[in-house]
């Protein structure tokens, strides 16, 4: 199948359509199933149209950080199968990790001092190991959603006699962190956006939001500038969107 150039999709969008005949802030279809791992201590899956990523919760034992020696750590790595690989720009891997990493960190979901046993010597590290099975636009809404989700299945480890053990309490979420992915394509905006569309956009802004009126944490992706009323228009179209988003957790 010929992929749609670049300027048909931005003539399409002008046109206020778009390749697949979707509202501008039209989502497509959604899916999302925890426990999909069986060996992970918390897993998800996501598709949102052909998107489809997974995410496991594995724990870990560490030696605090020096500069938190209070807290146990967290680590998001993000990885794809070989024919995803193509597909993505490079680096994409490492900058994407890194966005999800903020959603979660800076929303304060997870009380980080809950998993250090000893301050400075023993704690436990989260890893949230997240997988791209195939790529077709939006993977930074499908990861947060998977992400905070199996992090919302994962059950409480505790350290005893310098081995991990899982308790039968949930970990202690303090927030749910909903990213929301706001794209301009020829003076207008539109979300969840294909693979097609993202090699059209002016630019692009991630927003994590803990609710109708906090955000967390924000990315702009693209060279173009952007204007303050622009960008008071994109929060609300994340707000009003994230909602639809929060209802999978």
């Not at 967290?74 to 794809?80: A, D, G, M, Q, S």
């Not at 903020?102 to 301050?119: A, D, G, H, Q, T």
């Not at 930074?140 to 480890?157: E, F, G, H, I, W």
Request: glycine letters at 4%; proline letters at 3%.
């Amino acid at each position: 199948m010929k992929i749609p150039s670049a300027e048909l999709v931005r003539d399409l969008v002008a046109a206020n359509s778009r390749i697949d005949s979707r509202k501008l802030l039209e989502y497509r279809e959604i899916k999302c199933e925890p426990g999909i791992i069986e060996k992970a201590e918390g897993s998800c899956y996501v598709s949102i149209g052909d998107t489809k990523v997974i995410v496991g919760i594995k724990f870990d034992l560490m030696e605090p950080y020096e500069d938190t020696p209070y807290e146990g750590g967290l680590v998001v790595t993000l990885n794809y199968v070989p024919v995803v690989f193509q597909n993505l720009d490079q680096n994409v891997d490492i900058e994407y990790s890194r966005i999800i990493d903020r959603s979660i960190r800076e929303s304060e979901m997870i009380n980080l001092e809950e998993f250090c046993k000893v301050p400075g010597k023993e704690a436990i590290q989260i890893y949230v190991d997240c997988y791209i099975i195939n790529n077709d636009g939006n993977l930074l809404d499908a990861l947060n959603l998977a992400a905070v989700k199996a992090l919302s299945t994962s059950n409480m480890p505790k350290i005893e006699n310098g081995k991990i053990e899982i308790t039968n309490k949930k970990i202690n979420l303090r927030a749910l962190p909903v990213l929301v992915t706001v794209s301009k394509i020829k003076n207008k905006f539109l979300v969840d956006l294909n693979a097609a569309e993202e090699k059209a956009i002016d630019y692009a802004i991630a927003i994590s939001y803990l609710n109708d009126n906090e955000i967390c944490a924000i990315q702009k992706m693209g060279t173009e500038g952007i204007k303050f009323k622009e960008l008071e228009r994109i929060i609300e179209i994340g707000r009003e969107k994230q909602r639809e988003l929060r209802r999978f957790l």
